[in-house]
């Protein structure tokens, strides 16, 4: 086996899940300071050959502090319409130079682009606070723009439409071979 092996079938399932247009949104699981878990949607905007996953974020954001503090996390995707769960979890880094930062950067839609030049995420309302709804492509990236990458070191995929259920799980340290566990 190999990791082509489930990004394969990830692919595959975000493709009919969500099409080509459509957002792939996934719950992304951190761990506070406290040690707390916290999760929150975000939209996952690749998954690369290796099963690198890259989702767009602030880097005010408490996510990317939770990331660097405590530098792992898992993203769970619900398929509705397939019925089937796909968990990706391992270490989280964040990428705030390269290509990889500029290609997400110029895919976002205008108005998601506008979201990193507003006041930090969190922070109290002000008044007199500059909101722009629309930020277009040639704008300079502002340093508020990071990416959090997960290095995929573990994958769980429920499938709820045969009976049984199916559960496998592929580990990055027993080579990627896929095992069938009891859902």
């Known amino acids: 086996m190999s990791v082509s092996d489930w990004v394969a079938e990830l692919r595959e399932a975000f493709e009919a899940e969500f099409g080509t247009e459509s957002p792939r949104i996934g719950a992304l699981a951190t761990v506070d300071d406290a040690g707390r878990p916290r999760v929150r949607s975000v939209v996952c905007r690749n998954v690369e050959e290796d099963g690198t996953l890259w989702v767009a974020s602030d880097a005010r954001s408490e996510k990317n502090r939770e990331a660097r ?11 509705p319409t397939l019925r089937e769960q796909f968990r990706v979890a391992g270490s989280l880094r964040i990428s705030a130079m390269g290509d990889r930062r500029d290609r997400v950067w110029a895919e976002l839609s205008d108005a998601s682009r506008a979201l990193f030049f507003w ?40 499938d709820l439409n045969e009976h049984p259920h199916r559960r496998r799980i592929w580990r990055a340290d027993r080579s990627w071979a896929v095992r069938e566990v009891n859902p």
């Open 69 to 79: 503090a405590h530098p792992f996390g898992e993203i769970a995707f619900w398929l």
């Open 119 to 158: 006041p930090p995420p969190g922070g109290p309302i002000r008044e007199d606070a500059e909101l722009p709804d629309r930020v277009d492509v040639s704008t300079q990236i502002p340093g508020t723009f990071e990416l959090l990458v997960l290095k995929a070191d573990r994958v769980d995929h429920l």
